[in-house]
């Protein structure tokens, strides 16, 4: 009974080793500790972006200046892609994992068998007893006996058996394990000296500042306006939905806020597929009643008009409370200076790719529209400019780029009619046509992360992108 035991030590030592190399070499063999698994550390990983992912030229031509200009689209933000050797160091893993599997089924079934082994070696011992007392006579009673016992034995054979196949299913599973490792440590020597984490913090870092290059290129004129891209139709004529303009890409959470005065609800989806479905979606109830459409989400709070006053509010979503409220001095509100529609539209925030702003009028201005740039901590004016323009001959307007687009309607056949520049402090009248398709425009806003309009057109939630002009200085240039 000992040779057999022995084995069956020697099989139990060979899988814990194997098992715990397992769990604690493979892991830093690459620098993942355990991380690499988890699907938003894997997803984010980008080391080779593809073609259709590239920018597009669409129309060039040479000023007299010998400048080249040139109308750029550039692609929207996507999820990134996985280079070859990320989906190799994924297929490694999942066979790791299938590996650490099989060990386990072996470690049960040895427990098991070892349980029966050890009951099989008392009654061994039991029966070896009853031999020795015996010294060669056997009644037919204790013969029966001996006999029955020896049938209980019988299976003890086809379980060794088992042992001697599970040791080398171990045999088999460590040369596996020995092939892993040398994979990992060739995709380890070929990434460099980095772990996986350090390779994302420094993919992230790229990212971000190809984000931000990408901004400064995107910035130019306004020239086209897509046809629109209808995402649903809910709630009533007036209203406002948006996403958070500096919310990281993975973010795409839209709000919903159904009226133009004394609402205080607003609807958090958690994606835009949930938006259009309807679902997924929790409740703001917000603490003071807003005015008007003109509500902007920036990084993480709701900017908005608090209902007759011309009171700026900073709610902020995450906990639920008003940050900071001001007075935009001499603003006219409660339909004293609206847009063409009305509907207590007489204050309208925006976001761009520079920041905050708020557009209104005031009695001083003889009601032109006033253009101002806001601190978004404490709600300061940095700096205004008068445009010159009626707000009430305007539709609706929106900022691309410090510059201000106004409609000249907020009905069927609207056009951007009028562009005012805050950098030169200088306006010029334009002529981009868009289809209103539902003829009636109550909220028009422009997002920098995804360089599209966001409209809500008489009931119904639309987008359109938008095609800027960039005017791009040549090396030689200074």
Request: one cysteine or more; aromatic letters at 10%; charged letters at 20%.
């Amino acid at each position: 009974m000992s040779v057999p035991l022995l084995k069956i030590g020697a099989v139990l030592s060979t899988m814990a080793m194997v098992t715990n190399w397992m769990s604690q070499t493979l892991p830093s063999l690459v620098g993942l500790n355990g991380t690499v698994s988890r699907a938003g550390a894997s997803e984010k990983i980008t080391l080779f972006q593809s073609p259709e992912e590239g920018w597009q030229l669409y129309t060039s031509a040479q000023a007299p200046d010998g400048k080249c200009i040139c109308t750029a689209v550039i692609p929207a933000q996507s999820t990134c892609s996985r280079d070859g050797r990320s989906r190799e160091l994924r297929q490694l893993m999942e066979k790791v994992q299938n590996v650490s599997q099989s060990m386990e089924v072996l470690e049960l079934r040895t427990y098991r068998d070892l349980q029966y082994v050890r009951g099989m070696e008392t009654l061994m011992r039991s029966l070896d007893a009853r031999l020795r007392a015996a010294d060669g006579s056997l009644s037919a009673k204790s013969f029966q006996e001996l006999k029955d016992r020896m049938t209980e034995l019988l299976p003890l054979g086809s379980v060794l058996e088992q042992y001697k196949a599970d040791t080398r299913t171990v045999v088999r599973l460590r040369e596996e394990v020995r092939n892993l490792s040398g994979g990992l440590a060739a995709i380890q020597e070929e990434m460099g000296a980095y772990g996986y984490e350090d390779l994302q913090q420094r993919v992230v870092a790229l990212e971000a500042r190809l984000h931000a290059c990408a901004q400064k290129l995107g910035c130019g004129k306004l020239t086209g306006v897509s046809n629109p891209i209808t995402i649903r139709a809910m709630g009533s004529r007036f209203g406002s939905w948006m996403t958070d303009t500096m919310a990281p890409s993975a973010d795409s959470r839209v709000w919903y806020m159904d009226g133009y005065y004394k609402g205080r609800r607003v609807l958090e989806f958690r994606t835009l597929g949930d938006f259009i479905k309807g679902q997924n979606f929790i409740q703001h109830l917000l603490p003071q009643p807003w005015a008007g459409t003109g509500h902007v989400v920036y990084n993480g709070s709701l900017f908005y008009n608090k209902y007759q006053s011309n009171v700026v509010v900073k709610y902020h979503f995450r906990s639920r409370s008003v940050l900071v409220q001001r007075s935009l001095p001499g603003a006219g509100y409660n339909n004293t200076f609206p847009y063409s529609w009305g509907g207590f539209s007489d204050m309208d925030f925006m976001v761009d790719e520079s920041g905050l702003w708020a557009v209104y009028t005031t009695n001083q201005n003889a009601g032109n529209i006033v253009v101002s740039r806001l601190d978004p901590h404490t709600l300061e004016v940095m700096r205004s400019w008068d445009t010159g323009y009626p707000k009430r001959s305007a539709g609706e307007a929106f900022m691309i780029c410090g510059v201000l687009y106004v409609t000249n309607s907020h009905l069927a056949g609207a056009k951007v009619y009028f562009a005012y520049f805050t950098n030169t402090s200088s306006y010029e009248y334009t002529d981009v046509p868009f289809h209103n398709q539902y003829s009636h425009i109550s909220m028009l806003d422009y997002n920098p992360r995804e360089r599209a309009l966001y409209t809500w057109n008489n009931g119904h939630q639309v987008l359109y992108n938008v095609t800027l002009f960039h005017v791009i200085s040549t090396a030689g240039d200074p």
